[in-house]
């Protein structure tokens, strides 16, 4: 879904030259992913979603679904995500066959019932992990459950080790149309010392045969700022990339979360400081980044991405759930959002999967958002792709951004993170690089005291 915002790129913003300063990478989950924070989504609102499902289906709300996949081959050293690197087929199977329980319990309720998907998106862990044929009994019974037919995306996450002819051949049958490759780096030695399971030679080979297969949109991930990454080795993984030609880059700067193995190797030596580059390193390395990108003819669409062909290629998942789509979310520890509450699945595969066994939905904590909650998630999450016209919002919730916001809004200007005219705001590229740090300034007031590790 391409943004209805009539807004000029993220790459337009100005360039502001501010103080350097050393901020260390310290533990914590800074990335803004949704709002409101995690940490104020209870069990005690399980019932609202319950509740939801009874209701009429809407006939103006876009539908996605999202399939959780948490096995991996190896854990990152900065992975936070729910990961099984033990499982064998059988428990596969029995994990996929919950899956599919869950989602025909959802898809049958008058909520959802007779709705086609949208957009589609397989996360994890490792998607790619699946044999092919697991992954045609999968999307075959997904398909059977919520039709794909009239899908804008099927996006599928995948890494470069796992990937092979039979594979990608088989991911390309199921229907996916945006492959994103996690490559993080073309190092070696930095891939290894992050735990990461693949090596630089499978990264050439897995895309170039995807490439031939003829998907619509091939993504690349890149980290900025790993353990033991240089600023030639980053310069270095820049002009591989640019190299490749892919559709989309999406670049992270690097994090440590709580339940991650850095983190807790770091408390066992009593570190508070993590061995990765400090925030200023990183957010130079992705400006150079962004840099390069546009001088190879590629846009900066958002504080983390850049794409060659802004008119064709799109994110249809972000964007969606950023506007407010619906999202069937199925698998172990999975986020969903259902006409304004979220909720999030039972974060052990064990909980999980008694839960399915017993006939009940395996949702851990909800939160049902209000009107306000949604005005202000729209607009902060949506301030990531560098731009937002106040026009939009009052058309849209009745509220004008300026007012609400007139004075965090004067703070960045003042503070050189941002530009503001008559008609909208538009963060400079120092803004765009800090982004999620300068979104809490934005929170309703009881949702700026949160754990950033929830």
């Known amino acids: ?106 898809a049958s ?6 709705r086609k998907a949208h957009f589609v998106y397989f996360g994890g862990g490792t998607p790619s992990y699946l044999s092919v044929p697991q992954l045609k009994d999968l999307t075959n019974r997904m398909k059977d459950l919520v039709p794909w037919d009239e899908a804008e995306e099927v996006a599928f996450e995948a890494e470069p080790g796992t990937l092979n002819e039979t594979k990608l051949t088989g991911i390309r049958e199921v229907g996916v149309t945006r492959l994103s490759l996690g490559v993080e780096n073309f190092d070696d030695h ?20 995807a490439r031939s297969l003829g998907f619509e949109h091939i993504n690349i991930d890149l980290i900025a700022g790993m353990m033991n990454e240089t600023e030639a080795n980053w310069k270095v993984c820049v002009a591989k990339a640019i190299e490749m030609q892919p559709d989309a880059v999406t670049i992270y700067q690097m994090e440590v979360p709580y339940n991650t193995t850095m983190y807790r190797q770091m408390k066992e030596e009593g570190k508070v400081t993590a061995p990765v580059a400090d925030w200023q390193t990183k957010r130079d390395w992705v400006s150079y980044a962004f840099d390069e990108f546009q001088k190879a003819g590629y846009t900066v669409t958002s504080a983390y991405t850049v794409v060659k062909d802004p008119k064709r290629i799109k994110f ?53 958002t209000t009107a306000d909650d949604r005005f202000v998630r729209e607009f902060i999450l949506k301030l990531k792709l560098g731009r937002s016209e106040y026009g939009y919002y009052v058309a849209k919730f009745g509220e004008d951004p300026k007012q609400r916001f007139g004075p965090q809004l004067e703070r960045l200007a003042q503070e050189g993170f941002a530009t503001l005219d008559a008609e909208g705001v538009t963060l400079t590229r120092d803004g765009l690089l800090q982004v999620d740090r300068l979104l809490h300034d934005f929170f309703l007031p009881q949702h700026r005291q949160f754990e950033r590790y929830t």
């Open 316 to 368: 249809v998942y972000r964007d969606a759930l950023w506007e407010g789509a619906d999202l069937l979310s199925c698998g172990v520890a999975s986020f969903g959002h259902l006409s304004g509450v979220h909720y999030q699945n039972q974060a052990d595969v064990g909980p999980y999967m008694q839960a399915v066994d017993a006939g009940n939905l395996p949702i851990f904590r909800a939160y049902e």
């Open 190 to 209: 930095i891939l290894e010392t992050n735990g990461r399971a693949h090596r630089s030679g499978e990264i050439g080979k897995a895309y170039n045969f």
């Open 1 to 106: 879904m391409e943004t209805t915002l009539d807004s000029p790129p993220a790459s337009a913003a100005t360039e502001v030259t501010s103080p350097k300063k050393v901020e260390q990478t310290e533990v914590g989950n800074y990335f803004v992913s949704n709002y409101p924070p995690f940490s104020f989504w209870k069990p005690d609102q399980v019932h609202v979603v319950e509740d939801v499902l009874q209701r009429p289906a809407p006939a103006d709300i876009p539908l996605g679904v999202y399939f959780h996949i948490p096995f991996c081959r190896k854990r990152c050293h900065f992975c936070y995500f729910k990961v099984y690197t033990d499982k064998n087929a059988g428990e596969i199977k029995a994990y996929i066959d919950a899956g599919m329980r869950e989602m025909e319990s959802l």
């Open 109 to 114: 309720q008058l909520y959802l019932k007779g």
